[in-house]
């Protein structure tokens, strides 16, 4: 796990409002049951849609489970952004996923899960 960060720094960085759209479009074709909710076999046909051929159920799996914070089994939009804003971002080697994903939710959800 990467060292403690100021979380606050992550709120000085823009968001445009053409990014969350384009998440957002990104979620809703992964979304196919249009839920509002990614479960395992929507998230591994978005996979395998975007060439991730691979990837194994197990695989699936541990990716909902590392990012899902509420244990509904699923990714909802706030999880899937913070995993592409992880990634845009290239934060792999600096920040911890899980808590990227719990700082990302608790900063923009109303519930602050």
């Known amino acids: ?4 960060r100021n979380w606050e720094d992550f709120k000085k960085i823009p968001l445009h409002m053409g990014t969350l759209i384009h998440y957002k479009l990104a979620f809703e074709k992964a ?3 249009q839920n509002g909710r990614i479960n395992l076999v929507e998230l591994g046909e978005w996979a395998q849609s ?5 990837l194994k159920f197990e695989d699936l ?3 909902i ?3 899902d914070l509420n244990h509904d089994g699923c990714v909802d939009f706030w999880e899937f952004l913070a995993i592409q804003l992880f990634i845009t971002m290239n934060l792999q080697a600096s920040v911890d996923l899980h808590e990227f ?3 990302l939710c ?3 959800t109303p519930d602050n899960r």
């Not at 796990?1 to 403690?4: F, G, H, I, T, Y």
């Not at 975007?50 to 691979?54: D, Q, V």
């Open 1 to 4: 796990m990467a060292p403690s």
């Open 31 to 33: 979304d196919q049951d």
């Open 50 to 54: 975007l060439g991730l051929r691979n």
């Open 61 to 63: 799996q541990k990716m």
């Open 65 to 67: 489970r590392e990012v």
């Open 101 to 103: 994903v719990k700082f």
């Open 106 to 108: 608790q900063s923009f």
